[in-house]
C-alpha cells in the first residue's frame, strides 16, 4: 500500500523539469552567514512562497535568484541547466522576473511610459527614429485588460496609482515581456486588506497564465491564499518546506510565528492570579 508521502514523491518525480531549482544554497560575506543550505522548487503555474521575519534571509534569496548576487555553495538550476548568474540582465534574459517592494517606477511619468521603460519600441531610423507612442499605448492598455486591469487611462501618471495597481503594472509588464519566473519581493507589505486581495488576485492570474511564481512575504495569511509550496527562513537557514496539502493555516502561522518558541514566552508573559481577600478584592502589591 502506497503512503501519502510516498505518492508525493512520486508525482513530484513524474512531473516536468522545475523552472528554478535551488538545492542547499549557501551565500557569505566575510564571516557573516546570510543564507546556508536553502532549498527552493519552482514549477510552472504554481506559487512558491518563502516566509521569514526581518533578517530571515528573504531578500538574500531574492537577489540570488535576480542575478544580483553569486551563491557561494549549493546548486542554482533553471529548467534543468545549471546556472551562475553574474548580473540581472542575465536572470532576465533566462526568463526570470523581479518585481521589488519599492517599485523600479517614474511616479511622473504615464502609465504606459512606465510600462515599457527602458524597453521602448520606436519607429523611423536614423536621426528620424522616435518612439513609437501609439503602440505603447495600445499594448499596454490590452496587457493590462488581459491580466484583468481594466484603468481609466493609461496617460495618467503612474504615481496616481493605488499601491496595489502599481503592483499589478509591474506584474503585467513581466508577463508581457516573457517572463517565465516572476519574483514578488513583499508585495503587499505596505498595502491595506483590499488593495492586497487586488495584487493576490493578480498573483493567480499570473499562476493560471503558466508562470511559475516566487512570493515573498512575512504574512502567512496571504501566502495561504495563493501558495502551493512554503518554504519557512529563520536566521538564513531552513525552518521548514511543505507542500500545500501537508500544512493547514494554522500550522504554517504557528511555525512562521516561533512555533515552541511563542508557546514559551507566551507562559512566561501569562500573569500569576493576584490573591484575594476574604472580601474580594485583590490585595495591595
Given at each position: 500500500?502506497?503512503?501519502?508521502?510516498?505518492?508525493?514523491?512520486?508525482?513530484?518525480?513524474?512531473?516536468?523539469?522545475?523552472?528554478?531549482?535551488?538545492?542547499?544554497?549557501?551565500?557569505?560575506?566575510?564571516?557573516?552567514?546570510?543564507?546556508?543550505?536553502?532549498?527552493?522548487?519552482?514549477?510552472?503555474?504554481?506559487?512558491?512562497?518563502?516566509?521569514?521575519?526581518?533578517?530571515?534571509?528573504?531578500?538574500?534569496?531574492?537577489?540570488?535568484?535576480?542575478?544580483?548576487?553569486?551563491?557561494?555553495?549549493?546548486?542554482?538550476?533553471?529548467?534543468?541547466?545549471?546556472?551562475?548568474?553574474?548580473?540581472?540582465?542575465?536572470?532576465?534574459?533566462?526568463?526570470?522576473?523581479?518585481?521589488?517592494?519599492?517599485?523600479?517606477?517614474?511616479?511622473?511619468?504615464?502609465?504606459?511610459?512606465?510600462?515599457?521603460?527602458?524597453?521602448?519600441?520606436?519607429?523611423?531610423?536614423?536621426?528620424?527614429?522616435?518612439?513609437?507612442?501609439?503602440?505603447?499605448?495600445?499594448?499596454?492598455?490590452?496587457?493590462?485588460?488581459?491580466?484583468?486591469?481594466?484603468?481609466?487611462?493609461?496617460?495618467?501618471?503612474?504615481?496616481?496609482?493605488?499601491?496595489?495597481?502599481?503592483q499589478c503594472v509591474a506584474i503585467a509588464r513581466a508577463?508581457?515581456?516573457?517572463?517565465?519566473?516572476?519574483?514578488?519581493?513583499?508585495?503587499?507589505?505596505?498595502?491595506?486588506?483590499?488593495?492586497?486581495?487586488?495584487?493576490?488576485?493578480?498573483?493567480?492570474?499570473?499562476?493560471?497564465?503558466?508562470?511559475?511564481?516566487?512570493?515573498?512575504?512575512h504574512n502567512p495569511h496571504h501566502a495561504y491564499l495563493?501558495?502551493?509550496?512554503?518554504?519557512?527562513?529563520?536566521?538564513?537557514?531552513?525552518?521548514?518546506?511543505?507542500?500545500?496539502?501537508?500544512?493547514?493555516?494554522?500550522?504554517?502561522?504557528?511555525?512562521?510565528?516561533?512555533?515552541?518558541?511563542?508557546?514559551?514566552?507566551?507562559?512566561?508573559?501569562?500573569?500569576?492570579?493576584?490573591?484575594?481577600?476574604?472580601?474580594?478584592?485583590?490585595?495591595?502589591?
Amino acid at each position: 500500500m502506497t503512503t501519502a508521502t510516498e505518492q508525493t514523491v512520486r508525482d513530484e518525480d513524474e512531473r516536468p523539469t522545475p523552472l528554478v531549482e535551488l538545492d542547499d544554497v549557501s551565500k557569505y560575506y566575510g564571516n557573516i552567514r546570510a543564507l546556508e543550505g536553502v532549498s527552493l522548487t519552482v514549477h510552472a503555474g504554481e506559487v512558491s512562497c518563502v516566509l521569514g521575519d526581518n533578517g530571515a534571509g528573504k531578500s538574500t534569496l531574492i537577489k540570488i535568484i535576480s542575478g544580483l548576487h553569486e551563491h557561494d555553495a549549493g546548486s542554482f538550476r533553471i529548467e534543468g541547466e545549471p546556472a551562475q548568474l553574474t548580473k540581472p540582465r542575465d536572470a532576465l534574459d533566462r526568463g526570470i522576473a523581479t518585481v521589488y517592494q519599492d517599485l523600479a517606477v517614474v511616479p511622473l511619468m504615464p502609465v504606459w511610459r512606465n510600462f515599457f521603460l527602458g524597453s521602448e519600441p520606436t519607429v523611423g531610423w536614423g536621426p528620424f527614429k522616435a518612439l513609437d507612442v501609439e503602440r505603447m499605448r495600445r499594448t499596454t492598455r490590452e496587457e493590462l485588460l488581459r491580466m484583468g486591469i481594466d484603468l481609466r487611462d493609461v496617460d495618467q501618471p503612474i504615481g496616481t496609482l493605488s499601491g496595489g495597481e502599481r503592483q499589478c503594472v509591474a506584474i503585467a509588464r513581466a508577463v508581457y515581456f516573457g517572463a517565465k519566473v516572476l519574483v514578488l519581493d513583499e508585495p503587499t507589505a505596505a498595502l491595506g486588506v483590499k488593495q492586497s486581495g487586488v495584487v493576490l488576485k493578480y498573483v493567480a492570474a499570473a499562476r493560471d497564465a503558466g508562470l511559475g511564481v516566487v512570493l515573498i512575504t512575512h504574512n502567512p495569511h496571504h501566502a495561504y491564499l495563493v501558495g502551493d509550496r512554503f518554504v519557512l527562513l529563520k536566521r538564513g537557514a531552513m525552518a521548514g518546506s511543505h507542500l500545500r496539502a501537508e500544512i493547514d493555516l494554522d500550522e504554517l502561522t504557528r511555525q512562521m510565528a516561533g512555533g515552541s518558541e511563542l508557546e514559551e514566552l507566551s507562559h512566561e508573559l501569562e500573569r500569576a492570579p493576584k490573591p484575594l481577600h476574604l472580601g474580594g478584592e485583590p490585595t495591595p502589591d
